[in-house]
């Protein structure tokens, strides 16, 4: 849904303004304009300053992640989903998320 901009096989399920409000930044007075990500409603998207500093993704690709490591990704300019399913506790030390 969020990927096609509320569409599914050329059906419209969500309207384009719902997606756009769950996507849209929800925190903008936290962390400020220039920062790397924000948080939607559902995920964390990275902003064109995160993109910059590449390994991320693309402006828009968002994320997120669960406990022991579970994690998933979605970047709508690349068309490309990634899904990290593990079970490892200590998440602190590990980044293999990143390096995938």
Do not use: C
């Not at 849904?1 to 969500?14: C, H």
């Not at 962390?31 to 790397?36: L, M």
């Not at 669960?66 to 490309?80: I, L, M, Q, R, V």
């Amino acid at each position: 849904m969020y990927l096609n901009g509320g569409e599914l096989n050329g059906k419209r399920i969500l309207s384009r303004t719902t997606i756009q409000s769950m996507m849209g930044n929800q925190n903008n007075t936290i962390w400020g304009p220039d920062s790397d990500s924000y948080y939607a409603l559902a995920f964390r998207v990275l902003t064109k300053t995160g993109q910059d500093k590449g390994g991320l993704g693309s402006t828009g690709t968002f994320t997120w992640g669960g406990y022991f490591s579970t994690s998933y990704f979605a970047d709508p300019k690349e068309h490309t989903i990634g899904i990290l399913m593990k079970q490892t506790q200590d998440a602190n030390s590990d980044d293999t998320g990143m390096e995938i």
